[in-house]
Structure formats: C-alpha cells, structure tokens
C-alpha cells in the first residue's frame, strides 16, 4: 500500500524567542503545507529554546524516529545562533568552515567579513549547503536533517533547495464538507460511522462560529492518499447527512 | 535569586490538521505570552496527531520534566477528540463522566445532549474542571497538566480560569535596541561581549529587512528578572554601539 511507504518528517523549531511569546512562529505551516504536496508526512513538531543540551536532546530523539528532520532558526552570525554545533554533536562529527560556505560569504560581504559572520562558514563535517538566495549564508544537511534559517522568508526559499533531495510519497486528498447550522456534536455520530467504515481514510471535524452570534457550523475533513476513496466517502457522508436533515456544501476541491 | 524557582511549563499542541498544514496554530504564541506575564518560563512545545499513543508518550515526558504542561486540541465531541482518554491513560487512572460537566453541558444542550456531545463529560478522575465560557464545555486540570480547547477563542478564555491556579515567578523585563542601517553580523561581536559580561541576562539578536530592498537592521532584545539589571545593560550596550557609529534606538518598554 502506497501510505506504508510515506516518508515520515518532524520540525524543529529553535528559538528562545518564539518560547519567550515575542515572535508567533510561522515556519511550522509552511513547512507542513510544503511536505504534504510532497506526500511526506509530517508526524510530530518540537520547539525548544537556544540551549544546547536541548537541541541535542531533540535532534537525536526526531532524526532516529523520522525519515526526515527539518529544523529552523539558530543559524546567523550571534552568539546565540548554536545550532550548527548542536548538530555536530548531535551526529558526534567535527565542525569546520567549509570552504563553498566561505567562498559565498566571501563574495557578499566583502572586507565586511568579519569574524561573526565568518562563523556562518562553519558546518559540520559531511554537510552538504543549502541555497540561500535570499542573504546568500547557506543552510546544509546531514545525513536525514535538514539545517534552515529561522527567518521565514529565508527558510521558505531554502525549501525550494531541499525539496529536490526528498523521497516523495503518494500526496494525501482532502475534502472538505461544509456544515451550517449545527455544531459539530449535532453531526458527530454520523461522521465517527463513516471514520469505523473507511479506516484507510481520516476524519476530521474543525467547527467555526461557536458560541458567537454569527453562523455556526464545522468544517468535516476527509482525507487518504486513495482520491477514489475519499471522493465517494465525502459523498457518502453528504448525502447520509442530507437525509438526516443537516445542510451540507461540498467544498471546492 | 529568583530566577532559579520560577516555575517552567511545556505545551502540548494536539491534532492533525496542524500537521497536515490545513490550520496554522496561533495557540503557542497566546499561552507563551500568557505565562510569560505570569513570570513562569516556558521551555519547550511539541505538537503532536490525533494519535493516542503520541499524545500519551509526549504527555509523560512533559509532565515530568516541567511543573505545568499546557494541552490544547482534541477535546470536542466527535471520534477523533481523544485527549481526555488519552490524559486518563498517561496517569493511569479511570475515565468517567463528570456530574458538574454534565450538568453544564445539560444546561446548555437541553434535548439536544446526544451521545456525542454527552462524551464530553467524560473527566480523568481527579479532574478539576476549567471553565468554558464561549460554549461550555469545559476543559480540565489533572495534577499540573491543564487540558483546553483547540478553538483560539476557547482556549484564551480557558487561560482566565487557569491563572489562579499557577505559581508565578518574577516576570522577566524585556528591552529592545533597535539597529539600523546594518546587519547583525556588524554588531555581533559587541552583543557577545556584553552576554559575555551579563550572564545572568539573555540578549538575542532579530534581523529585519535581510535581502530586501529596504531598511535592513536587527531588534537587539535584552531579557532578564533583574529590571534594573537590565536597563543597565541596554543603556551600555547602545553606548557601546553608539560608539563603533552604529544607529541604535532604545524602543520603549
């Protein structure tokens, strides 16, 4: 079956300053939405803080249990951009400039290259650069860990770089059931029968509007990486509903 | 010092539709500016599926490690709302309905308490319920783990009847010099020295306008317990940078 082979991803986000509630982080979603048009899925998300025992700790615990690692923010030229030795001690490998790294700070920077941004040039043995066509100081790679800027503008562009080196999987069909006027408890037994009678398929409920004085209602969500499946399960599920009496709409795919 | 006791806190962020990208989370960055006003430090997130053995796994982890963990998600009334069974099974103690969250969800449903919305009743032992009120149906507190909704506007107001409940630390003070005109790679040596010199206070470094056509610079932030502590800090900082003919600006508290 197509969705035993789906690669399997985790994020980790670093960053004392998305703990400290001063910066909401992005990165998360756009990382998601990224893996799922590739079919990857994204099974479990961390955020730690600018500590070293912490990233460690995390790396190691997401790299053994994911095919893939993507990991944001810590990678600049301040004293508390750690990541970079965080991961080779985490994979227990040396860290040294590596030399296209210097070359490309070398280039942008000029007789501005002073010692700070020089430690951007510093990867850890094995690491293979990511582009950065946005401030040129690359990411990179170890083995299964991807190494990208917390800057989400940054970090988006670098995802063009990494996409190409991912084993993709069967991408995952999703509809959308629009339902109004009735919470979703209204519509809960009905949706969990469809859940029992496609387990391949997922079903979710996301209600909007409650307990406010607009409509009311709740978004059901059926989704498989089988599109058949899915198709005539949302239908199933419109039309059970439609005799039940709830108002339903079937969204755009 | 005071530092040293105040109280650290996890959150948990639960369900898939986070991780497939089809809603950016905003919960994080409300319950981090929650606690951070509380003085309390949050030290990690993990956000994790609609999956029971995940959700159970990360629940003990967290509730070890920190004195609060924060859940958000999972605790609506359809089949895949599984957080309160999941919670019951991480401390190892019986599910069952609760007689005061009945009664309010009695009150707010009337004829239409079906079997569905009925589950969410259904309590940890032990449980003390957190009120709900948006739509009533409340979350709940075991020991230090505090279970709240996935709706934003639910779970912010859950946040109310929480805080009574937490040990607070002093809060930390938090200023912000504001450079211009230059990257963080130009002032990253002056910010290390002074993190260098002020151990007991963190200093991070927050580009802006990196890459693009305009202003660029970097939020120098300054963080720490000690108010006083602080300010010192920040005043000598940017008298230092003042100095090397770097544009600083103190922003306001």
């Given at each position: 079956m197509t969705q035993m082979t789906a690669p399997t991803a985790a994020v980790?986000?670093?960053?004392?300053?998305?703990?400290?509630?001063?910066?909401?982080?992005?990165n998360l979603n756009t990382v998601a939405r990224f893996l799922a048009a590739l079919g990857i899925d994204l099974r479990e998300a961390r955020t730690v803080g600018d500590r070293e025992e912490q990233i460690v700790e995390a790396l190691n615990a997401l790299r053994?249990?994911?095919?893939?690692?993507?990991?944001?923010?810590?990678?600049?030229?301040?004293?508390?951009?750690?990541?970079?030795?965080?991961v080779a001690r985490a994979f227990g490998v040396g860290i040294s400039e590596h030399p296209t790294a210097l070359a490309i700070l070398e280039q942008?920077?000029?007789?501005?290259?002073?010692?700070?941004?020089r430690r951007m040039a510093?990867?850890?043995?094995?690491?293979?650069?990511?582009?950065?066509?946005?401030?040129d100081a690359p990411?990179?790679?170890?083995?299964?860990?991807?190494?990208?800027?917390?800057?989400p503008r940054i970090m988006t562009a670098m995802l063009e770089d990494v996409a190409p080196r991912l084993r993709t999987g069967a991408v995952v069909h999703?509809?959308?059931?629009?339902?109004?006027?009735?919470?979703?408890?209204?519509v809960a037994a009905t949706l969990a029968e469809a859940?029992?009678?496609?387990?391949?398929?997922?079903?979710?409920?996301?209600?909007?509007?409650?307990?406010?004085?607009?409509?009311?209602?709740?978004?059901?969500v059926?989704?498989?990486?089988?599109?058949?499946?899915?198709?005539?399960?949302?239908?199933?599920?419109?039309?059970?509903l439609t005799a039940e009496g709830v108002a339903v709409a079937l969204q755009p795919a």
């Amino acid at each position: 079956m197509t969705q035993m082979t789906a690669p399997t991803a985790a994020v980790l986000i670093i960053g004392d300053e998305i703990l400290s509630g001063r910066t909401a982080d992005t990165n998360l979603n756009t990382v998601a939405r990224f893996l799922a048009a590739l079919g990857i899925d994204l099974r479990e998300a961390r955020t730690v803080g600018d500590r070293e025992e912490q990233i460690v700790e995390a790396l190691n615990a997401l790299r053994h249990a994911h095919d893939y690692v993507f990991t944001t923010g810590g990678i600049g030229p301040t004293h508390d951009d750690i990541t970079a030795d965080c991961v080779a001690r985490a994979f227990g490998v040396g860290i040294s400039e590596h030399p296209t790294a210097l070359a490309i700070l070398e280039q942008r920077y000029g007789h501005e290259l002073n010692a700070a941004r020089r430690r951007m040039a510093r990867i850890p043995e094995g690491g293979v650069l990511i582009a950065n066509p946005v401030t040129d100081a690359p990411g990179f790679q170890v083995e299964n860990v991807f190494v990208m800027a917390g800057v989400p503008r940054i970090m988006t562009a670098m995802l063009e770089d990494v996409a190409p080196r991912l084993r993709t999987g069967a991408v995952v069909h999703a509809r959308t059931l629009r339902v109004s006027g009735v919470g979703e408890g209204a519509v809960a037994a009905t949706l969990a029968e469809a859940a029992r009678a496609n387990r391949e398929l997922s079903f979710g409920s996301y209600p909007f509007g409650a307990g406010s004085q607009g409509e009311i209602g709740t978004n059901l969500v059926v989704r498989g990486r089988d599109a058949a499946a899915v198709e005539a399960a949302v239908a199933a599920l419109s039309e059970r509903l439609t005799a039940e009496g709830v108002a339903v709409a079937l969204q755009p795919a």
